[in-house]
């Protein structure tokens, strides 16, 4: 009798908890950008001879920032390059072993940003290994987007990004 009564219990809890309208971001203290940030995020690397050499995320800033990125296609991007070069000029997007386009157009603006910089401490991106760019590409006509991170021998990272998609 007690085991048929635990297990009731039990199954009407699960029922009652399971039903309820709250989203993944409902838990998060966070602000509007941040949630609009984490459904844009997208994460590629290269890897070779099961070594992970390149980690590249990107999150489409027209998507968050929906009112101040209008002069183009706009990105936050974080890399980490294993065996990357310390000099500032020579690492990261600025290395030239490794080509950033944007359906096969490189980038306008190129922005080392540093850890207090506004939009750094606004994205979700916070490893210190890595490093942070603000990416601006001209406008591109059309809905879809292929940010592409490619090294001559190691490969290429495909992010796609579809713009109507992201206004849902």
Same mark, same amino acid.
């Given at each position: ?23 993944? +971001? ?5 602000? !509007?950008?941040?949630?609009?940030? +984490? ?5 590629? *690397?290269?890897?070779?001879? %099961?070594? $992970?050499? /390149? ?5 489409? %800033? ?34 030239? %072993?490794?080509? %950033?386009?944007?359906?096969? *157009? ?5 922005? !080392?940003?540093?850890?207090?910089? $506004?939009?750094?401490? !606004? +994205? ?10 603000? /990416? ?11 940010? *592409? ?6 490969? *290429? ?7 109507? !998609?992201?206004?849902?």
């Amino acid at each position: 009798m007690m085991i048929k009564t635990l297990f009731l219990l039990l199954v009407t809890l699960l029922i009652f908890t399971s039903c309820g309208s709250r989203g993944a +971001m409902d838990y998060f203290d966070k602000n !509007e950008h941040y949630e609009r940030a +984490m459904t844009s995020l997208q994460i590629g *690397t290269l890897v070779e001879n %099961l070594n $992970t050499k /390149v980690i590249f995320k990107a999150i489409y %800033l027209n998507h968050v920032f929906k009112t101040e990125y209008q002069d183009g296609e706009h990105f936050y991007i974080s890399t980490h390059i294993d065996e990357d070069s310390y000099i500032k000029t020579q690492r990261g997007l600025f290395n030239k %072993l490794y080509a %950033l386009k944007l359906n096969d *157009t490189n980038a306008t603006k190129v922005v !080392e940003l540093d850890s207090n910089e $506004t939009l750094r401490l !606004e +994205m979700p991106l916070t490893e210190r290994w890595s490093r942070y760019y603000h /990416v601006r590409f001209d406008e591109v006509e059309g809905n879809d987007l292929n940010l *592409t991170f490619s090294h001559k021998d190691q490969g *290429t990272i495909l992010l796609k990004y579809a713009k109507d !998609e992201l206004e849902k």
